[in-house]
């Protein structure tokens, strides 16, 4: 590179704002156990101005921002560039196939990788919305607390009993470990560590050896939120009921494609169907994410009628078979 387009270019470093994100690496991965299980990148991100934060992104938003980017300056004939263009970095592809946790561990120094490629082109493209915007520290971003700093707390609990959970968000303890507290999720329920695995447990199982801060009573100290999904299997056997803990806000509105796997993996079951009951107490069949929306409405509407707990979704999953189209009272 010349003098002259050295000093152009320095130049324009001087001018950017001093919130503009200069250098981003990966610090962790962390795994969400909603209605659908997925690791998210903790990333530490640095500015111009020197200050500097933690971001969570999934490999799906880093696949969204290179779209844009690539719609907005790739050039058609890469061995000419053109006006306001420029060769972007590549970034890895999608996994299909394989355990998300080693496939997020692997993704981590191609995408460390990327960053810095992306965030050393000319400046004026660390001034496009979608970038500034996929590096900005978002509400969420500020107020959640990375699990690998929380670990490092020496709040414990040893298991008094064997304790199998019941869904992916629940953990599975044998008496004598011992667990890391995180924080208090509810009343009854725990949120902790053990053997490299995150997740809630009943504190009737558990001996304190360490007792949590009052920082971290229920609602307070940025952990995340777990709601609750009452289930119902229909057989003609009988009603086999399951509350699914999931670490999602109740306000969410999860895709018929998620909820359909998750039931499978509940129930052990492949060939079902989901079902909701109207107001007459007659089963409405499921069959895409318009229902979904539908069914979510109408158990809004109708929460004021049931009293639940809290942290509880306010609408029910029915399932049956998906050949049965009988009726079975839940209520027996």
């Not at 152009?8 to 990966?26: C, E, G, K």
């Not at 420029?86 to 970034?91: S, T």
């Not at 298991?159 to 869904?167: C, K, V, W």
């Not at 060939?271 to 069959?287: E, F, K, V």
């Amino acid at each position: 590179m010349s003098l002259p387009q050295q000093l152009r270019d320095q130049s324009d470093f001087d001018q950017l704002p001093l919130n503009i994100p200069v250098s981003a690496t990966i610090a962790d991965i962390e795994e969400n156990k909603g209605f659908i299980d997925y690791f998210r990148f903790v990333i530490e991100v640095k500015t111009k101005g020197e200050s500097k934060y933690l971001i969570y992104r999934r490999y799906r938003e880093f696949f969204n921002l290179h779209q844009i980017l690539e719609a907005r300056y790739s050039p058609e004939n890469p061995a000419k560039l053109g006006p306001n263009t420029c060769i972007l970095p590549p970034l890895p592809g999608k996994i299909f196939i394989g355990n998300k946790k080693d496939i997020a561990e692997s993704r981590i120094p191609e995408l460390n990788t990327y960053m810095k490629r992306l965030l050393g082109l000319p400046t004026w493209v660390l001034l496009d919305e979608a970038l500034r915007m996929f590096f900005y520290q978002t509400e969420q971003d500020s107020e959640h607390q990375p699990r690998a700093l929380r670990r490092l707390r020496p709040n414990t609990r040893k298991a008094m009993f064997d304790f199998r959970g019941n869904s992916k968000a629940e953990l599975n303890l044998k008496k004598g470990e011992v667990i890391f507290l995180l924080r208090r999720v509810n009343a009854d329920w725990l949120e902790g560590t053990v053997n490299n695995q995150t997740g809630i447990f009943p504190e009737t199982f558990v001996k304190i050896i360490k007792p949590l801060p009052e920082s971290d009573s229920e609602g307070e100290g940025g952990g995340h939120t777990y709601s609750c999904l009452r289930c119902f299997l229909l057989t003609p056997s009988g009603v086999d009921t399951r509350d699914v803990c999931v670490q999602e806000d109740l306000s969410i509105q999860p895709s018929y494609k998620d909820l359909l796997s998750r039931m499978r993996n509940v129930f052990k079951v492949d060939d079902i169907a989901l079902n909701y009951r109207d107001p007459d107490g007659d089963l409405i069949r499921i069959l895409d994410d318009e229902d979904v929306q539908l069914m979510i409405k109408e158990g809004r509407r109708q929460q004021h009628k049931v009293k639940r707990p809290v942290n509880q979704f306010p609408w029910e999953l029915h399932v049956t078979m998906a050949s049965d189209l009988s009726v079975y009272n839940t209520e027996a």
